[in-house]
């Protein structure tokens, strides 16, 4: 049963109904899916999502298909890790890390966005899937398209990082690398899917693509006990992601399954692509778009489309932003595997690198429960960290040469 009772724009209310299409023909704000809360608080119930699947679809009744999931079984669900030893570094009394650097099929959140979107895409019979990627919804769209027998075009900036270009090509869809930024890229997608019946996830599938990004702001609430947390650190591309945890909570808290949530979000971005970052901080109301410069490619959207959202979901959230450079995203991705044993690619060292900072700013307290937002693998980055690592120590086969290169050294 769906509880969809079609799509309406986020700006004038207008409604539309179920089909592939995701902008306002009256006032050209984006659309969303528009929801039968009234029949949804009484079906579904914390006994009820807790009997089903581990994965996002334990909350199909809250996500935007019609029939049963066909995509994506096993994405979601990922692990809630207390991570007392980071906590202990940072000075702070309770920190989680979600982590959805492992777990997922392609090992990052768009696995969530895309069980979503094809799912859809196939219940609106499209037989070609398609997207605009930095990244790791290439690996996503390339891996699930290819389980769902779907033909896949995947477009990416062709300075990609080699590891997530290897990531797409496995699953043999069509790769094109194009010469220009990710905004460059969504623009020639858009141009495309005005011409070609294709369902591009984060085009003309975007309204149901998105809605995945809630099943990390419920999963946060249920493995927390059914709560939410003081404070949640998301790092920022599109916006979308952090956008939709505060929906997620908003949700739940409307269904009556949390009590009213006072999370404060806050979000991260990279210096050389902090858009939304510098619209919160500077207290502006106008997003300034900016040509991306950063190893944190995953988030290089020097113009997002949910950078207005994201700054309102901030805002009433009554939490707030920062910038990290470089330096400190590596430091960010070293702090979180050497204290907790979690590998994260730069747009997770963003989001450590982020916290250190408001927590040192008091702008994040030390005695309310923080949960980090991580959101792919630092297998997909190794190059941007490898010249910051230490050097491995190398001997010869001889307990001498163990005793005086390694044991003097450490």
């Given amino acids: 049963m769906s509880f969809v009772k079609g799509l309406k724009c986020r700006e004038c209310g207008r409604t539309y109904p179920i089909e592939a299409i995701y902008v306002c023909e009256f006032c050209f704000a984006s659309l969303e899916v528009d929801y039968d809360y009234d029949a949804l608080k009484k079906a579904v119930t914390r006994s009820q999502i807790e009997s089903g699947p581990k994965s996002i679809w334990r909350y199909r009744a809250l996500l935007p298909i019609d029939g049963e999931p066909t995509v994506g079984l096993h994405s979601g669900f990922t692990p809630f890790v207390r991570a007392d030893r980071l906590a202990k570094t940072l000075g702070v009394r309770e920190l989680y890390v979600k982590d959805d650097s492992v777990c997922h099929p392609t090992w990052s959140f768009k696995d969530r966005v895309v069980a979503v979107a094809l799912s859809?895409?196939?219940?609106?019979?499209?037989?070609?899937?398609?997207?605009?990627?930095?990244?790791?919804?290439?690996?996503?769209?390339?891996?699930?398209?290819?389980?769902?027998?779907?033909?896949?075009?995947?477009?990416?900036?062709?300075?990609?990082?080699?590891?997530?270009?290897?990531g797409t090509l496995v699953y043999a869809p069509i790769l094109i690398m194009v010469r220009g930024t990710y905004d460059e890229v969504n623009r020639l997608c858009g141009e495309i899917a005005a011409r070609h019946r294709w369902a591009f996830v984060n085009v003309n599938i975007r309204p149901y693509y998105a809605e995945g990004s809630k099943t990390v702001g419920f999963e946060i609430a249920e493995q927390l006990g059914w709560?939410?947390?003081?404070?949640?650190?998301?790092?920022?591309?599109?916006?979308?992601?952090?956008?939709?945890?505060?929906?997620?909570?908003?949700?739940?808290?409307?269904?009556?399954?949390?009590?009213?949530?006072?999370?404060?979000?806050?979000?991260?971005?990279?210096?050389?692509?902090?858009?939304?970052?510098?619209?919160?901080?500077?207290?502006?109301?106008?997003?300034?778009?900016?040509?991306?410069?950063?190893?944190?490619?995953?988030?290089?959207?020097?113009?997002?489309?949910?950078?207005?959202?994201?700054?309102?979901?901030?805002?009433?959230?009554?939490?707030?932003?920062?910038i990290a450079s470089d330096d400190e995203i590596r430091e960010g991705i070293q702090l979180l595997a050497r204290t907790e044993g979690i590998f994260t690619e730069t747009a997770g060292g963003v989001t450590v690198a982020v916290a250190k900072k408001l927590i040192e700013q008091g702008k994040i307290s030390k005695n309310e429960s923080i949960v980090l937002a991580i959101t792919g693998n630092g297998l997909k980055t190794q190059d941007?960290?490898?010249?910051?690592?230490?050097?491995?120590?190398?001997?010869?086969?001889?307990?001498?040469?163990?005793?005086?290169?390694?044991?003097?050294?450490?």
Avoid at 129 to 140: E, K, R
Avoid at 385 to 409: G, M, R
């Fill in 227 to 322: 709560r939410t947390p003081g404070h949640v650190v998301c790092c920022a591309a599109s916006g979308s992601l952090l956008t939709k945890i505060w929906k997620g909570f908003k949700e739940f808290e409307k269904l009556g399954l949390i009590e009213k949530t006072k999370t404060k979000i806050h979000c991260a971005q990279p210096q050389g692509c902090s858009p939304i970052s510098e619209m919160i901080l500077s207290g502006s109301d106008v997003l300034k778009p900016v040509k991306p410069k950063t190893i944190a490619k995953s988030l290089a959207i020097g113009n997002p489309a949910d950078g207005y959202y994201a700054r309102d979901a901030v805002k009433e959230s009554g939490g707030t932003a920062e």
């Fill in 120 to 166: 859809k895409a196939k219940e609106l019979g499209f037989d070609t899937v398609a997207c605009a990627s930095t990244g790791n919804l290439a690996n996503s769209v390339a891996a699930h398209g290819a389980r769902s027998g779907l033909k896949r075009y995947i477009f990416i900036p062709s300075d990609l990082e080699r590891a997530k270009i290897l």
């Fill in 384 to 410: 941007a960290i490898e010249s910051s690592l230490a050097a491995p120590l190398v001997i010869d086969p001889h307990l001498s040469s163990f005793e005086d290169k390694v044991l003097t050294a450490t």
